[in-house]
C-alpha cells in the first residue's frame, strides 16, 4: 500500500497525464507546492514500488499498477468533495477538509460514502429536507 505522500503523488500524476498526456517534475512540484527535488525522490520511490517508470531525461510514465491506484485515488478524491458538497460544507473549505481526510478512510468507508452519496443523486429531495434540519440547527447556533 501507498503511504499519503505516495497516494498524494500519484493522484497527481494521474490528473497530469489525464490533462496533458504527461507529468513533468516541475508541474508535479507546482501542483503539490513541493521542491522539485523532492518530487525526484519520491518519483525514484515510486519507480522501485513498480508504480511508475521514470527515466531523467524521458519522463515518466505510469505502469498498470500505478494506473489503476492513481485512478482509484482521483475516483477518492472526487467523491470525498461530491459528499462535502451534498452535506453542505462550505465550498471555501472542501477542498482543505478532502485533503486533509482522503488517506485516512478505509475502502469500506469509501464505498460506504459511495451509496450515501448515490442516494442523495437519486434522492434530491432529501437534500432539500438535510438544508431545512441545517438552517434550523445554523438558527439555533446564532442565538447567544
Ligand atoms: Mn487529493
Redesign the pocket.
Known amino acids: 500500500m501507498p503511504t499519503p505522500s505516495m497516494e ?1 503523488y500519484l ?1 497527481r500524476i494521474y490528473l497530469l497525464i489525464e490533462e496533458k498526456g504527461y507529468a513533468r517534475v516541475s508541474d508535479i512540484a507546482e501542483g503539490l507546492e513541493v521542491h522539485p527535488s523532492s518530487v525526484t525522490k519520491m518519483v525514484q520511490k515510486l519507480d522501485r514500488s513498480g508504480y511508475l517508470v521514470y527515466e531523467k531525461y524521458r519522463g515518466l510514465i505510469l505502469t498498470s499498477k500505478g494506473k489503476k491506484i492513481g485512478k482509484r485515488l482521483v475516483y477518492r ?1 472526487d467523491l470525498l468533495e461530491e459528499f462535502m458538497k451534498i452535506i453542505g460544507v462550505d465550498k471555501e473549505n472542501i477542498y482543505a477538509d ?2 486533509g481526510i ?1 488517506h485516512h478512510l478505509s475502502w469500506d468507508a469509501i464505498d460506504r460514502i459511495g451509496d450515501l452519496v448515490q442516494y442523495f443523486e437519486e434522492k434530491p429531495d432529501r437534500v432539500d429536507e438535510l438544508r431545512i434540519i441545517q438552517k434550523k440547527n445554523d438558527t439555533v447556533e446564532e442565538q447567544p
Request: net charge negative; charged share 65%.
Open positions: 498524494d493522484e478524491h478532502v485533503e482522503e
